[in-house]
């Protein structure tokens, strides 16, 4: 079975700073995708940024990156320039191509203070 | 970009009653719907998976007879929560994808509250 894990429950930094989130992940898949996923106090879940597997190239969506490492199944997503609105719970997430469905880590209480 | 919307957003209700919240699509048709039960500060964990007029799939310890699914349209899902009990009070979130599955995207709801007295 596939797992996902976040091993900061917490991190908190300046407004303005770069802060990165880890993720790590276990599958004997090679074709799968990696998700971020960000959760205000809304609890409104917002997709952040996705990776597919078979591209060796790491995403970026604005201020947010990943550094995806396939062989160490290492999946980090790094916020630049801070800002108070990414206050939230980001969660990693896994899928594989057959299963369709997602499998998420515990996630990581991030907190933007100014 | 594509919408799902969960009714009702918070729902309180006595213990030993029956409680249905609604997942919809929007503006797609989604051919598979998920339902994700999220506890206070904890992580989104699945509860089954349903597709378009046929039974929902379970996750392992998932009582099928207490949380019936029910996806009669391609818009539509519903998740029922019967004889609720104090200890099913819980965040329920659906999501929805449409024929390409997770290799296009996953659409969340906005998530309903339970709260069981």
């Known amino acids: 079975a596939q797992t996902v894990t976040q091993s900061q429950p917490e991190m908190s930094v300046q407004e303005a700073e770069t802060v990165t989130l880890s993720c790590t992940y276990d599958t004997s898949e090679s074709n799968y995708y990696l998700f971020w996923y960000k959760q205000p106090p809304s609890r409104q879940m917002i997709l952040v940024i996705r990776?597919?597997?078979?591209?060796?190239q790491n995403a970026t969506e604005n201020r947010f990156s990943v550094n995806f490492q396939k062989a160490a199944k290492s999946f980090s997503l790094k916020i630049s320039d801070s800002q108070l609105g990414d206050t939230a719970m980001y969660f990693c997430a896994f899928t594989d191509q057959g299963a369709q469905k997602l499998v998420f880590g515990q996630g990581t209480r991030l907190t933007i203070n100014p | 970009g594509a919408v799902v919307s969960q009714h009702p957003s918070r729902v309180i209700c006595k213990s030993g009653t029956s409680v249905k919240i609604e997942c919809r699509s929007l503006?797609?048709?989604?051919?598979?719907m998920f339902w994700y039960r999220q506890f206070p500060k904890q992580s989104l964990m699945l509860m089954a998976t349903?597709?378009?007029?046929?039974?929902?799939?379970?996750e392992q310890g998932v009582e099928k007879d207490k949380f019936l699914i029910n996806h009669a349209s391609l818009t539509l899902s519903t998740l029922t929560v019967t004889s609720a009990h104090p200890e099913d009070s819980s965040f329920y979130i659906c999501?929805?994808?449409?024929?390409?599955?997770?290799?296009?995207?996953?659409?969340f709801g906005e998530g309903s509250r339970l709260t069981v007295l």
């Open positions: 990776q597919e597997a078979y591209k060796q």
């Open positions: 999501s929805a994808t449409g024929g390409r599955g997770l290799t296009g995207e996953l659409f």
């Open positions: 503006d797609f048709q989604a051919t598979t």
């Open positions: 349903s597709n378009e007029g046929s039974k929902a799939t379970y």
